[in-house]
């Protein structure tokens, strides 16, 4: 079993839509999780992190965990062409390096 | 807003031959770690680096490649003899303290080895 699961996508929302983006993990270590995103031929970009479960929002973007679950989530509301992207996961427990997920390819609809 | 840099952005070279590609972190931030996205696959960790040393490698950082913080601003990726199978983007990033997850990733250097 892979240790970070992301839905590779394509995902392809109109203009305006609720995007809902999803990892699943395997390891019970993992403590902060993280999103990034990614145009194409750059580097990965952090939007927002959280710490063990609950919810956090920032702006149009909310993540949530579930520990339980060992599931997380990221909303995209009002969702805009220029959110078209990878969105990757990524996970850390006290290690210092990051476990990401494979990403999720995202395109908005003008 | 401050920014991770990577230079070259683009780097061509034969088997065989020694490539360094070069960093410069987030003047403030403490820790610095190099990844790897083959095409199509995940972002993997490499190394990270504190107080001028290895903190952590992954299996792939074998005895080819070597890091170094030769000044008090550039951080530094040294792959010893290239293998076709190192064709990668490779990908420095910086962090400011040991707690807090977010680490930040520059643009990136496209590594082709013919």
């Known amino acids: 079993q892979k240790e970070v699961e992301q839905d590779p996508g394509p995902l392809s929302v109109p203009e305006g839509a609720i995007v809902s983006l999803n990892c699943t993990y395997s390891?019970?270590?993992?403590?902060?999780f993280m999103w990034y995103r990614q145009y194409s031929r750059k580097g990965p970009e952090l939007l927002m992190y959280t710490y063990s479960s609950g919810n956090k929002e920032d702006g149009r973007f909310t993540a949530q965990v579930d520990k339980s679950s060992k599931y997380i989530s990221l909303f995209i509301r009002d969702s805009q062409p220029s959110d078209s992207a990878t969105y990757l996961c990524a996970m850390k427990s006290s290690a210092r390096q990051l476990t990401f997920g494979s990403g999720t390819q995202l395109t908005v609809l003008p | 807003e401050p920014e991770v840099t990577q230079t070259p952005s683009h780097q061509v070279t034969q088997m065989g031959q020694e490539v360094i590609l070069r960093c410069v972190p987030i003047s403030n931030h403490l820790y610095f770690y190099w990844y790897r996205q083959i095409l199509g696959q995940k972002v993997e960790f490499l190394v990270s680096?504190?107080?001028?040393?290895?903190?952590?490698k992954s299996e792939i950082f074998d005895d080819q490649f070597s890091v170094e913080r030769p000044d008090g601003s550039n951080f530094t990726l040294k792959i010893r003899s290239t293998k076709l199978e190192d064709s990668a983007m490779y990908f420095c990033a910086s962090a400011e303290e040991n707690s807090s997850p977010a680490q930040y990733f520059g643009p990136g250097t496209r590594l082709l080895v013919l």
């Open positions: 390891n019970s270590a993992f403590q902060y």
């Open positions: 680096f504190y107080n001028n040393e290895i903190s952590e």
